[in-house]
């Protein structure tokens, strides 16, 4: 029996215990749907214990997300399991369209948000490579506009109101900080200080912009931190997809289909996909009666703003692809991107002693903060966890990973050779849904896998 069966077989019979016919029915044509999907690139186990997984803990994630659904908190998901290069787990579940009542499909297609930033901090690697990148360069070698940005320093003027001054910067940002989200930058809504409000007011995330219209915005606002000295989630990887586009000499979506996309067989990723019957969408708010805007308005058109700090669309089965390409060490179906000394590079925490964080940054990122208090750092694309016994939430030393507003969510354990994935298009509580199959994943791995 495949693993995709026998985890939906006891996934079908749990829900014929829990929950009405209807519900159980469910459960059973997404699973369908998942077995029906494409060629993954990876072949299916033929046993889970053979990979060290529980059959019946691996039915658990279907049950307990399923259960998530038939009560309303999501309207679908797709998740995505492989250990060792073999596909262990795959289910569809509940809506693409709730509303619609169409279901989920193993191949349905999501706004993955900033699951973007490691495809592209991945293409701006390969031209590391190629010696037409140097990290430790001064982004303004590649981006004059940004040349002379100085950083924006709040004082309280005459009157008791806010003023904004201007503060040289210690040293320019690098290539390297924008990988690790040290330039300085940020994003105009996280905060109201008059630094957010100077994004805000330069519309820096006008989705009918270009790369190039968003660095000479950028280069007229002043930075909300000096360089190097805090880690602020920021638009750090969109400066990087123009950087990258400077040097390449055309637009990013192009540099990222020749060089990620294509290579890896990822047929279904890019800045829009025209086919609107397998796009997923979030179900409408209560509270609004409107469903959450994200990104471009229209997904099956190429945009304006070919954003790398989190434009793209996938699928579960493709972005397996790029994953895998990362745990394997830079290589899939025996075609190698990277070099081991990239990836190892990537996924180290970069992050020096002396960092300090954004206000925000444990609202937004929870247990999964890339602070060292929570035992991670974050490497170039990534956070990375560096030490056991601090985080809530299991893991190894070395596990990377990041997400998507949009409720998508992926790791790499090179240590346990595990990739997993969740497409979801839900952002709210999307926290939740991150801790839930973290526990869910580790609590079936019970074993290392076998010769």
């Not at 289909?257 to 047929?267: D, N, Q, S, T, Y």
């Not at 997993?420 to 839900?426: C, N, P, V």
Request: proline share 6%; net charge positive; with cysteine.
């Amino acid at each position: 029996m495949t693993p995709r069966k026998g985890a939906a077989k006891a996934a079908g019979k749990a829900a014929e215990r829990k929950k009405p016919a209807a519900k159980a029915k469910t459960v059973k044509t997404a699973a369908k749907g998942a077995a029906a999907g494409k060629d993954l690139g990876l072949p299916w186990a033929k046993d889970p214990a053979a990979l060290g997984f529980s059959a019946e803990r691996l039915a658990r994630i279907t049950t307990t997300f399923q259960a998530e659904i038939d009560k309303g908190a999501i309207p679908g998901v797709v998740i995505l399991i492989a250990r060792a290069g073999k596909v262990v787990y795959y289910e569809a579940l509940g809506f693409r369209d709730r509303e619609a009542k169409a279901p989920m499909a193993a191949d349905c297609v999501f706004r993955i948000a900033s699951m973007t930033k490691p495809m592209v901090t991945a293409a701006a690697m390969m031209l590391a490579e190629e010696g037409k990148l140097q990290l430790g360069y001064p982004v303004s070698r590649y981006l004059p506009k940004l040349k002379d940005v100085r950083v924006g320093v709040e004082r309280i003027g005459a009157g008791g109101k806010p003023m904004l001054s201007l503060e040289a910067v210690g040293r320019e940002m690098t290539v390297q900080d924008l990988m690790r989200h040290t330039s300085g930058l940020t994003y105009g809504h996280f905060g109201d200080s008059l630094v957010h409000k100077a994004y805000r007011g330069q519309n820096c995330m006008d989705f009918g912009q270009t790369n190039a219209d968003l660095v000479a915005k950028l280069a007229q606002v002043p930075l909300r931190y000096q360089p190097g000295s805090t880690w602020e989630y920021s638009m750090s990887t969109d400066v990087l997809g123009a950087v990258v586009e400077a040097i390449a000499g055309q637009e990013l979506d192009g540099i990222m289909a020749e060089r990620i996309l294509k290579p890896l067989g990822m047929a279904d990723t890019g800045f829009f996909h025209r086919d609107a019957r397998r796009h997923a969408v979030p179900q409408v708010d209560s509270a609004t009666g409107k469903r959450p805007a994200f990104g471009a308005a229209d997904a099956t058109k190429r945009p304006s703003w070919i954003s790398g700090g989190g434009g793209m669309l996938s699928t579960a089965a493709d972005y397996l692809r790029f994953a895998e390409m990362m745990r394997a060490g830079g290589v899939f179906a025996g075609r190698r991107l990277l070099s081991p000394a990239s990836v190892a590079l990537m996924s180290t925490d970069h992050l020096p002693a002396h960092i300090h964080y954004g206000s925000g940054t444990r609202t937004q990122f929870g247990a999964l903060a890339p602070m060292r208090d929570l035992g991670y750092g974050f490497g170039l694309g990534f956070a990375v966890r560096t030490h056991q016994g601090r985080n809530p939430l299991p893991g190894s030393v070395g596990d990377y990973f990041w997400s998507g507003v949009t409720g998508t969510y992926f790791w790499i354990d090179p240590a346990e050779e595990l990739v997993a994935i969740k497409m979801m298009q839900a952002p709210a509580d999307r926290l939740h849904y991150r801790y839930l199959l973290r526990h869910a994943v580790y609590h079936a791995l019970v074993g290392p896998p076998r010769p």
